[in-house]
Every structure is written in structure tokens, then in C-alpha cells.
């Protein structure tokens, strides 16, 4: 919001995070986003008081909506403090902009809190993925806009907050709360639903000796389904799909209707896949794991990240060293992250130390430190010459005719 000419303040409950992003320091790995926090103009400033709020005319609402713990609803229990929070500060005039993925029907719950101080609330979804938040943020596919019924002035606000991507031609979409709201968990259901439908398709490949990158090729040069989201793999994790497709079906069932009921399905998919990892790597090494070395190249649910909520590497990692494999994990920016919610897995800083023991090698997060791996040099730095491809990111020819064993999913 500075970088597109706005005096900003942020503010957090949390010091620590606060206390990063005054020194200029982001408090997670984002490609480009120090440098931002760097740039600032002047126009940034970071506090934990609400009161500092007070003299801003828009007030963006970006705080989570985790899974309520033991249920697959979304826990909004921060979102709304974040709004009472803020009712002391608004009046009329202001505008408070709901950026976090909520439940259908809370923006019109949430209004019924900002309506009364005179300010107005619009609720405009956060589309932008990690590891391209940045360049999202700056120049996002699409603007939408979820407005109170005849709320011109919300959406005169709206455009001067993001003049500058709407001159550049985003398109913008102006509706009401309902529709903006399931836009964006749709989207997420979507992209979840087409990552699990390929994985579908690779249990099929699996027994039947079909290769899914090909097909995946094939089907994508449809343009009405489009090769992007269709990578087959250990499947999807992170902040937002998992927690989303859970959260949206829970609502569903709440308004009483079974049309989500697929998203189950969606999940289970997904969860499979961490398992048959699994099995791939304990069937190649002659049905046991009792002892035997595993590298683990990755711990971050996606490159380009630290990020390791539900991440599909982590949880491959801890579900072999629960199988008595002897684990070493590695990965360029999660380790820490990964300890946090792991403190017992063994962690190594480089492929080197994580391999050095191994009879295994275990591909789970696609950096490109990884796919770049020379199998016929790292052969002469382990004795291990198997390699599970979690991702299939790697060239199985090169690394067969290096003398590895190569096993992919859904990949002869
Ligand atoms: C996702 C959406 O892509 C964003 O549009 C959305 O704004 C964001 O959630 C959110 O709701 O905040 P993100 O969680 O950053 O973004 O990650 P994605 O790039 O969507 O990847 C999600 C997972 O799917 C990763 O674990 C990735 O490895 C996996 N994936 C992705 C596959 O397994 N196969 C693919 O073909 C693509």
C-alpha cells in the first residue's frame, strides 16, 4: 500500500512481528518483500496500538481465519476481535475493507457492527499466492469488490486505494458481500479440486503404467482446461486450500445443503498422497524402514516459501521417522519454521549433510536447488541410489542413466 503511494500504518497484536517489520525485516521468507519494507518511502510505520489507527481514513482487515481446532469450520474469532478493535477509531467517512477469507455470510454480520459507528464495510478478497505476493499485490489478476447494495462511495474509495494496478488495466468486479466472499473460497475450492482430480488420475497411472506428466500435457493444451494446477504429486498444503475446502464445506453443511460433500473427496485425495509417498519409498527399500537412512529435500509446502502450515513435505518427513526411518531434513528456507512445529525431526542445512547417510532420497518440495540436483555427481556423495520424485520435478531418464533407481507418482 506505501509502494502504491499511501501513508500506511500496520499494526499487530503480536510485538515480536511488529518489532521485525519496524526494523525493515519481514517476519517470514517472501521473495522481494524486504526490499519493499525497506523502500517504505516514509510512508510505513508499524505499531501494536490500535489507537494508531485513528487518523486513517480505510482500514484493511488482514488478520487470519485458521481451522477451529476439532472442527473443519473457520475459527473468526480474529477477524472479529480485529473489527471491535477498530470500532473506537471509525466513523462516517471511513471505510473498513475486509481482506481475510471468511464464511459466507460474515461481511453482512460484521457490517451490522461498522454500520451503527456511520463508517461502511466492504469486503474485498485477498487473491495473491506466497512466493509471488509481492508482484500479486502490485499487479493482481482482478479486483473484486463486495459492497452494501447502492454503496457508491465505498467503491469511489476503492479505486483510489488501487489506482494504480486499475490504470493499468486489472479488471475489477463490483458486487455484493455473498458474492465476494464465495469468490474467493470457490477459487481456492477450484484450484484445490484440479490439483486432487490429477492426483486421481496418477492412482490410475499408477496401476495401470500411464505416465500423468504426459497426460497432464495433453489434457492442458485444452484451453478450457489449461495445464496450470495439473503438476501430480504429493498434493496440496499450505495456509489457505486445506483449510479452505474444509472451512467452505463446514458452511455448506451449516446452510443445510450436501453440494460441497465432493470436497471430502478432494481432501482425502490429497491426504493420500502423502501416505503412498510414503509406501513408495518403505516398497523400494524391501519393506522396511526400521533404521534406514531418508533424506527429506524439502519441509515447505511450496517453493519459494518457509511457509510449513499443513505442509504435505513435513508431514511425509514425520510420518517416515515414525515408521523408524532414520531422517534427515532439508530445505533453503523452512527449516526454521519446520523446527517450530517439529522440534524433533533432524534437521540439515545442505543436501550434502542430508544425504551423507541416506539409502534414500525423498523429493517433497520442488526448489529449484533441487530439480538442478546432477544425479551422476550427488551418486558420489551417498551411497543411497534411490530417489522418490514427491513432486515429479526431476528427469527420470537422466537420473536413471546415472544409475539411480527413479520413482515418480503416477509415473512409470
Ligand atoms: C493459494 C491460491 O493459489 C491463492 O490464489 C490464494 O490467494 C491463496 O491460496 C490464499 O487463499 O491466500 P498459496 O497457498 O500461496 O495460494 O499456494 P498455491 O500456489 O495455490 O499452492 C498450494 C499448494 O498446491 C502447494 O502445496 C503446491 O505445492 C500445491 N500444488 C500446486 C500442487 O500440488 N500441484 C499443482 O499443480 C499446483
Known amino acids: 500500500m506505501a509502494e502504491l503511494g499511501h501513508d500506511v500504518v500496520g499494526i499487530d497484536v503480536d510485538e515480536a512481528k511488529i518489532d521485525n517489520l519496524a526494523a525493515g525485516r519481514s517476519p517470514f521468507f517472501e521473495p522481494g518483500l524486504d526490499e519493499l519494507l525497506g523502500n517504505g518511502h516514509g510512508?510505513?510505520?508499524?505499531?501494536?496500538?490500535?489507537?494508531?489507527?485513528?487518523?486513517?481514513?480505510?482500514?484493511?482487515?488482514?488478520?487470519?481465519?485458521?481451522?477451529?481446532?476439532?472442527?473443519?469450520?473457520?475459527?473468526?474469532?480474529?477477524?472479529?476481535?480485529?473489527?471491535?478493535?477498530?470500532?473506537?477509531?471509525i466513523g462516517p467517512g471511513h471505510l473498513v475493507v475486509g481482506k481475510s477469507t471468511v464464511p459466507v455470510g460474515t461481511a453482512a454480520r460484521l457490517a451490522e457492527l461498522v454500520e451503527p459507528t456511520g463508517a461502511e464495510l466492504a469486503w474485498n478478497p485477498e487473491f495473491l499466492r506466497e512466493g509471488f505476493a509481492v508482484s500479486d499485490t502490485l499487479s493482481p489478476d482482478r479486483f473484486v469488490y463486495g459492497v452494501r447494495r447502492g454503496d457508491e462511495r465505498s467503491?469511489?474509495?476503492?479505486?483510489?486505494v488501487y489506482a494504480r494496478p486499475l490504470e493499468a488495466g486489472t479488471p475489477r468486479i463490483v458486487t455484493d458481500y455473498a458474492t465476494a466472499e464465495l469468490v474467493k473460497v470457490s477459487a481456492n475450492a477450484f484450484l484445490a479440486t484440479k490439483i486432487s482430480f490429477i492426483n486421481a488420475i496418477a492412482e490410475i497411472a499408477e496401476v495401470t503404467g500411464a505416465d500423468i506428466t504426459t497426460l497432464a500435457d495433453a489434457i492442458g493444451y485444452d484451453n478450457r482446461i489449461g495445464r496450470r494446477f495439473l503438476n501430480a504429486g504429493v498434493g496440496f498444503g499450505g495456509g489457505c486450500l486445506p483449510k479452505d475446502i474444509r472451512a467452505f464445506q463446514a458452511r455448506a453443511t451449516e446452510l443445510g445443503l450436501e453440494s460441497l460433500a465432493f470436497l471430502d473427496d478432494v481432501d482425502q485425495i490429497n491426504l493420500r498422497r502423502r501416505q503412498r509417498v510414503v509406501d513408495l519409498v518403505?516398497?523400494?527399500?524391501?519393506?522396511?524402514?526400521?533404521?534406514?537412512?531418508?533424506?527429506?529435500?524439502?519441509?515447505?509446502?511450496?517453493?519459494?516459501?518457509?511457509?510449513?502450515?499443513?505442509?504435505?513435505?513435513?508431514?511425509?518427513?514425520?510420518?517416515?521417522?515414525?515408521?523408524?526411518?532414520?531422517?534427515?531434513?532439508?530445505?533453503?528456507?523452512?527449516?526454521?519454521?519446520?523446527?517450530?512445529?517439529?522440534?524433533?525431526?533432524?534437521y540439515r542445512a545442505t543436501v550434502d549433510e542430508a544425504i551423507a547417510e541416506a539409502d534414500a532420497l525423498v523429493v517433497v518440495t520442488e526448489w529449484r536447488q533441487f530439480r538442478e540436483l546432477d544425479p551422476a555427481e550427488l551418486a558420489t556423495r551417498t551411497r543411497a541410489r534411490l530417489i522418490v520424485d514427491g513432486r515429479n520435478c526431476l528427469d527420470p531418464e537422466a537420473w536413471r542413466a546415472a544409475g539411480w533407481t527413479y520413482v515418480g507418482l503416477g509415473r512409470p
Open 155 to 160: 467503491v469511489e474509495v476503492l479505486d483510489a
Open 282 to 346: 518403505v516398497e523400494h527399500l524391501d519393506g522396511s524402514l526400521e533404521g534406514r537412512g531418508v533424506a527429506v529435500l524439502g519441509l515447505a509446502f511450496k517453493p519459494e516459501s518457509d511457509d510449513v502450515r499443513d505442509s504435505p513435505a513435513l508431514d511425509v518427513a514425520s510420518r517416515l521417522a515414525a515408521r523408524g526411518a532414520v531422517v534427515r531434513a532439508t530445505d533453503p528456507e523452512a527449516i526454521e519454521t519446520a523446527r517450530k512445529v517439529q522440534p524433533d525431526l533432524d
Open 43 to 89: 510512508r510505513l510505520r508499524f505499531s501494536t496500538d490500535f489507537a494508531e489507527a485513528e487518523g486513517a481514513r480505510v482500514h484493511f482487515i488482514a488478520v487470519g481465519t485458521p481451522q477451529k481446532p476439532g472442527s473443519h469450520a473457520a475459527d473468526l474469532r480474529y477477524v472479529e476481535a480485529a473489527v471491535q478493535s477498530l470500532l473506537p477509531y
